[in-house]
Every structure is written in structure tokens, then in C-alpha cells.
T-cell receptor, first 111, second 113 residues
Framework: ELKVEQNPLFLSMQEGKNYTIYCNYS?????LYWYRQDPGKSLESLFV???NGAVKQEGRLMASLDTKARLSTLHITAAVHDLSATYFC???????????WGAGTKLIIKP | GAGVSQTPSNKVTEKGKYVELRCDPI?????LYWYRQSLGQGPEFLIY????????DSGLPNDRFFAVRPEGSVSTLKIQRTERGDSAVYLC???????????FGQGTRLTVV
């Protein structure tokens, strides 16, 4: 059974600092997704990672995937307040289009 | 519309009542998904439609839950004999096809009192 674990679940950091959110999944998965959710808002797609070694970057966010370690990371560089949100990773189960989600990482960035 | 639209945005109902939640996907998207999100948790898969048919309904928690998509566009999630444990945000998402990027609606917050 595919399970997805994120850590940390809560992260408070200062602007300008770097940090990494980790996403471990328990069995083989074809795709790994990262989403952002602001309070009371919908889920916004950030990255889709399809293969081992995949790295994608958008602004201050960079996501990577290591399928051998069953690990994806979301790295935040020089954090700014606007990045405060909850970040979710999700893995696709057995190519059947069903996403299994982590519990989310609530990120608070203080000025 | 430009995005996935869900109505109502909020629904309060009494225990035992029947509710319907509606999802209007992005035009042209053949794949449609329903998820449920409880406070402080990640979304939980409920059902996936490809066109008009439910390709995977393995996430529906029990037979009180049912979803339809009769014309391959709008979908309705139906919950019979609601229970307090059904309270959650119900999210709908659509994508061009299976495994394409999914776009989520704002969700319907269901509260069963």
C-alpha cells in the first residue's frame, strides 16, 4: 500500500533563510506532485516530477525526485513572506491516476 | 469557465439529511476527481471519472456516497443519511486526461450538525 509522509509538518522560518521539506513514499510511484494551499483556498499545482533525478525550479522553489530512495524534496531559497502556505506532496498510485497525499507542511515565514 | 467551479462553497446540514455537491470542471477536461480533505490533513481520494464513467470509485467510504457525471462534464457527489464524520472540505479536480496536471476547485465545506 502506498503511503506518503512529509516532514516537517510545521515550519516557522525567517525571511532570507533556506530550508527543505521532505516527502517520503513507501512503494514505487510513477509521478510525484507538489501543491501549494493557502488558507481557505484551493490547491495550486507547483511541480510534477516524472523520473529519477528530475529537478524543477520555479522562482525560489526547487523540487527534486530520487525514485531509488523514494524521496522528493522541496527546497526554498531565500524565503519571502509570500511563500507562507501549506505545501503538499502527492504520489500517484500504480499508474491508476489516484493520488496519495502527504499530511502537508505548514510553512510560516516571518519578516 | 476559467477554472474548476464547485457549488455550494459552504453547506450546513443536519445529521441524516441528503446532500448534493456540484462540480463544473474546466471545459474539455475528460478526467474528473473527487477528494475529501479533513482539517489538518491531506486530501483523500474518493472517485475518478474518465468521461462519463467512474473509472475508479475505490475511495468512496461506504454506500452512502455516490457520484455521477452523466454527460461527461458536470459531476455531482451525493451523500445520503449524512453523519457528523462526513464533515470535511470536498474538493473536485479536473485534468485534460489521466495523469495530466490536475486543477482543483475551491472546494465545498460540508458541516453536518
Amino acid at each position: 500500500e502506498l503511503k506518503v509522509e512529509q516532514n516537517p509538518l510545521f515550519l516557522s522560518m525567517q525571511e532570507g533563510k533556506n530550508y527543505t521539506i521532505y516527502c517520503n513514499y513507501s512503494t514505487t510511484s510513477d509521478r510525484l506532485y507538489w501543491y501549494r494551499q493557502d488558507p481557505g483556498k484551493s490547491l495550486e499545482s507547483l511541480f510534477v516530477l516524472l523520473s529519477n533525478g528530475a529537478v524543477k525550479q520555479e522562482g525560489r522553489l526547487m523540487a527534486s525526485l530520487d525514485t531509488k530512495a523514494r524521496l522528493s524534496t522541496l527546497h526554498i531559497t531565500a524565503a519571502v513572506h509570500d511563500l507562507s502556505a501549506t505545501y503538499f506532496c502527492a504520489a500517484e498510485r500504480d499508474s491508476n491516476y489516484q493520488l496519495i497525499w502527504g499530511a502537508g507542511t505548514k510553512l510560516i515565514i516571518k519578516p | 469557465g476559467a477554472g474548476v467551479s464547485q457549488t455550494p462553497s459552504n453547506k450546513v446540514t443536519e445529521k441524516g439529511k441528503y446532500v448534493e455537491l456540484r462540480c463544473d470542471p474546466i471545459s474539455g477536461h475528460t478526467a474528473l476527481y473527487w477528494y475529501r480533505q479533513s482539517l489538518g490533513q491531506g486530501p483523500e481520494f474518493l472517485i475518478y471519472f474518465q468521461g462519463t464513467g467512474a473509472a475508479d470509485d475505490s475511495g468512496l467510504p461506504n454506500d452512502r456516497f455516490f457520484a455521477v457525471r452523466p454527460e461527461g462534464s458536470v459531476s455531482t457527489l451525493k451523500i445520503q443519511r449524512t453523519e457528523r464524520g462526513d464533515s470535511a472540505v470536498y474538493l473536485c479536480a479536473s485534468s485534460k486526461g489521466p495523469s495530466d496536471e490536475a486543477f482543483f476547485g475551491q472546494g465545498t465545506r460540508l458541516t453536518v450538525v
